[in-house]
């Protein structure tokens, strides 16, 4: 991972030549509050690398939640690994003195407190380590506390909790039987087992807490929200003004003896880890990419709440940066006691709806798209590599019984080949995927068309589905993906399936369409993965297969199937509307979509804390998708083959807007938008200024 940082870094500092000012976010666009939350679910989000933290005030006290990514126990859950509670005494941060604020353009939380004491909590971007940074004008005497929850019922195992060398280590070691070992059995692949891509077996992780001024005191029994816990607890020694604590977080696949020995060196050195390096590097991740939009217009306005919540949902993004998991689309890594999300789910609050382990495609997807305009190529590895990894176990199914795999992991592979694109990014680690992802859905739909009746029309409800052939079903949708699958890696793939690829691209039939309302549409060109959702598969061809659109043929075609086709008219308000409408020019309904979409939660109180809609909160697709859209209203790139450069394509003349977005060909734009007209615009390489073209003209 670090190789391919480096690669990029360099290549960027090639592409910035042209002039490029080092960007500030508003102080406005911080999260600031002077009272205290009434329980976890009013936390904010903080973190850096892969770790995520839940912050807040309460009773007086200071809380926070840790996750980590990777983090699987037995039985696919998303385990956190446990809570921090911090009592001072005598208290600068009590009810009435205090303001905790989420510094965004240095990537922390502030507490500032009477007699102008602070509390800094930062997330190092290098080092898996929570620092505490207290300053106070009088001594304090310092209570921290560690909580771990286990349950007798067992449906989270026993982590193991110790006083060890004056601090709190934490460890949870998975036992040799998991929910890997069940899944194999019933899915009949057994004897393949020891050859299988386990990610849980022997996952490690835990954490270590501790402070030269604190010793080890109690252990005492708790209880909030729906959750037992047992807290370790450290103590000052005696009372000090200033306190540096912190906590290394661990996770690896590995033995306990491995996992402790690495998780001591990176105490021993995390001491001396400064700050400044991941102030460095928060201040180059808001430097690559922004949409700031009416930045004077006030937080009650709601444009002004589009460009800051736009900006602080990167910022959650930006805190799974270096992770080999990708951010998970149902609560990322802040979920809170499930209680606060659904009244019935009273569980603790690692708990999300759709598990902890399972990165469903279909809302992944979303969650990941939008880091090719805004630049974030680097954080993409992540869910590219996660293909990656499960593809062995993928061809074995496959081999094993052939048509039993349903994946639309096809928008992945798009992804992988528009990455190249965008920027270069080397495909042949994914060579395997992308090749066995296609092939399968060839070989597949040519197999069950050889089968009598085994294409049953069951789930296909649309006439156009005649089921004369399956490959006529499924690739519809998909000629783009096959379209930019071959293009772009024409170089890379193998010459032995040059021709396979070739013949394939020639079997794809044209998108089909029919009549509704007397207005030609779109069909639905598959029934049978997405119809029993809320979904509009119609309208794939526009996102994310870019077939239709602005500066495409036809695009009649898909605003009649937006406006006539009376199969969707209930499913409006769907995560990917605003992207569809951005897309199609339509840009008062984007707008009001965009303008609802960003508003500050009424939810919860952190204003990009929202959900759960079909997922959990914070709902981190719906802000995906919302990203998206934002991004499609002031940039399209996928007309005339990925040429084309068009912007304000469905822009409200009313918003001014500052950005830098990325587009194919290593292409970036930084821009200002002024009463509707682009008053400054630096296109990098310059040639690319040629292939620009705005609105919907
Ligand atoms: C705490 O809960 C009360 C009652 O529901 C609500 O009025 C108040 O706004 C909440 N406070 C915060 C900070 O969320
Ligand atoms: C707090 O800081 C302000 C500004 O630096 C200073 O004027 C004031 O004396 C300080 N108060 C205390 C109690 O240190
Ligand atoms: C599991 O145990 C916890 C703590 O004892 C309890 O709160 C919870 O309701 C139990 N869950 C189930 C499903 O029995
Ligand atoms: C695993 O999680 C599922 C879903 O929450 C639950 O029904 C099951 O009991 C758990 N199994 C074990 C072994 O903990
Ligand atoms: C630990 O608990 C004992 C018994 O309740 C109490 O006397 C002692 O003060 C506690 N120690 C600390 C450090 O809190
Ligand atoms: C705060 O106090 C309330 C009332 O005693 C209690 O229910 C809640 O669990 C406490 N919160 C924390 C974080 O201890
Ligand atoms: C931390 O820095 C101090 C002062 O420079 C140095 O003495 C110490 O050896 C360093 N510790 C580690 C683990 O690098
Ligand atoms: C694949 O999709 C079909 C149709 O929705 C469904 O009946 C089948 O169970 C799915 N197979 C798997 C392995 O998920
Ligand atoms: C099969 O279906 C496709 C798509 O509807 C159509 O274009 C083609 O003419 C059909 N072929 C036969 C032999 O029915
Ligand atoms: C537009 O749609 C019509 C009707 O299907 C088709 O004949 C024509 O080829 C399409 N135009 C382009 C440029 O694809
Ligand atoms: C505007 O957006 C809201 C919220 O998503 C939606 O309910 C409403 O139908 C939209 N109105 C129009 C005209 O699209
Ligand atoms: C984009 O940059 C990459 C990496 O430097 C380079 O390999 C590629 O050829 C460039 N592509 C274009 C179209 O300039």
């Not at 004491?117 to 080092?127: E, G, I, P, Q």
């Not at 709190?168 to 998975?174: A, D, T």
């Not at 869910?383 to 062995?392: C, G, L, N």
Request: net charge negative; hydrophobic share 35%; charged share 15%.
């Amino acid at each position: 991972m670090l190789a391919f940082a480096l690669s990029l870094v360099v290549y960027l500092s090639v592409l910035f030549t042209a002039p490029v000012r080092a960007i500030r976010l508003p102080d406005t666009y911080d999260v600031s509050w002077t009272t205290q939350s009434n329980n976890s679910a009013g936390s904010m989000p903080l973190g850096g690398g892969d770790i995520g933290l839940n912050v807040w005030s309460e009773n007086d006290t200071i809380l926070f939640y840790i996750a980590k990514s990777g983090t699987f126990d037995e039985n696919n859950s998303m385990l956190k690994l446990g809570r921090v509670r911090l009592t001072l005494d005598p208290n600068p941060f009590a009810a009435g003195t205090f303001r905790q604020t989420l510094k965004l353009n240095d990537g922390y939380v502030l507490f500032d407190g009477a007699g102008n004491a602070t509390m800094k909590l930062w997330v190092d971007v290098f080092h898996p380590v929570i620092h505490v940074e207290l300053e106070a004008a009088q001594d304090v005497m310092l209570n921290q506390e560690q909580s771990s929850w286990s349950f007798d019922n067992a449906t989270t195992y026993a982590d193991v909790t110790t006083f060890h060398d004056g601090g709190v280590r934490m460890m949870h070691h998975n036992l040799d039987t998991t929910v890997f070992d069940f899944t194999v059995a019933q899915q009949h692949l057994s004897e393949y087992k020891s050859t299988m891509y386990n990610p849980l077996t022997a996952n490690t992780f835990g954490l270590w807490m501790s402070s030269p001024d604190l010793a080890p005191g109690n252990v005492t029994d708790g209880h909030y929200v729906n959750t037992n816990f047992k807290a370790w607890n450290l103590y000052s020694k005696t009372a000090k003004s200033s306190y540096n604590l912190q906590i290394v977080i661990g996770q690896a696949q590995e033995s306990t003896k491995t996992f402790h020995a690495s998780l001591d060196s990176a105490a021993k050195s995390a001491c001396n880890n400064s700050q400044s390096d991941t102030i460095k590097w928060w201040h180059s991740f808001w430097d690559r990419s922004y949409i700031m939009i009416n930045e004077n217009a006030g937080p009650a306005d709601g444009t002004f709440q589009v460009g800051k919540n736009y900006q602080i949902f990167r910022f959650m993004q930006g805190c799974n940066s270096f992770s080999e998991w990708p951010l998970k689309f149902n609560g990322g890594l802040w979920t809170f006691d499930p209680v606060f999300v659904n009244p019935d789910a009273a569980f603790t609050p690692g708990y999300r709806r759709w598990t902890g382990g399972i990165f469903t495609a279909q809302n992944q997807r979303l969650v990941y798209w939008p880091l090719l305009k805004s630049g974030d190529f680097d954080f993409m590895k992540s869910q590219f590599d996660y293909y990656k990894r499960i593809t062995s176990n993928a061809q074995l199914r496959g081999r094993v019984y052939f048509g039993q795999r349903n994946n639309t992991a096809n928008e992945f592979v798009d992804m992988i080949l528009q990455a190249n694109m965008f920027t270069g990014l080397d495909v042949s680690p994914y060579m395997d995927f992308i090749e066995n992802q296609i092939m399968w859905f060839d070989q597949f739909y040519r197999q069950q068309h050889l089968k009598a009746d085994a294409f049953s029309l069951a789930g296909l409800k649309y006439e156009s589905d005649n089921g004369n052939g399956s490959l006529v079903i499924y690739p519809g949708r998909g000629a783009e993906t096959y379209k930019t699958a071959y293009n772009p890696s024409s170089t890379i793939i193998h010459q032995g399936n040059r021709s396979y690829f070739e013949d394939l691209l020639r079997r794809i039939p044209e998108t089909p369409l029919r009549f509704q309302q007397g207005k030609p549409c779109i069909s639905p060109a598959q029934g049978y993965s997405r119809i029993q959702n809320t979904e509009i598969p119609q309208l794939y061809p526009v996102f994310p297969w870019g077939e239709y659109g602005l500066g495409m043929p036809n695009l009649t075609f898909a605003t009649n199937t937006y406006e006539y086709d009376t199969e969707t008219q209930d499913f409006h308000g769907n995560n990917q509307d605003v992207i569809w409408l951005a897309r199609m020019g339509l840009t008062t309904q984007a707008k009001n979509y965009t303008l609802h979409r960003w508003s500050d939660s009424t939810i919860y109180r952190f204003p990009v804390f929202k959900g759960p809609n079909y997922d959990w909160s914070p709902d981190i697709n719906h802000f995906g998708s919302a990203s998206i859209g934002l991004q499609e209203m002031l940039l399209q790139t996928f007309a005339a083959k990925n040429t084309q450069t068009r912007l304000m394509g469905a822009w409200p003349a009313d918003w001014a807007v500052k950005f830098k977005l990325y587009a194919p060909m290593n292409t970036t734009l930084v821009g200002k938008v002024v009463g509707g007209k682009m008053e400054e615009l630096v296109v990098g390489p310059k040639e690319r200024m040629g292939d620009v073209v705005y609105g919907t003209e």
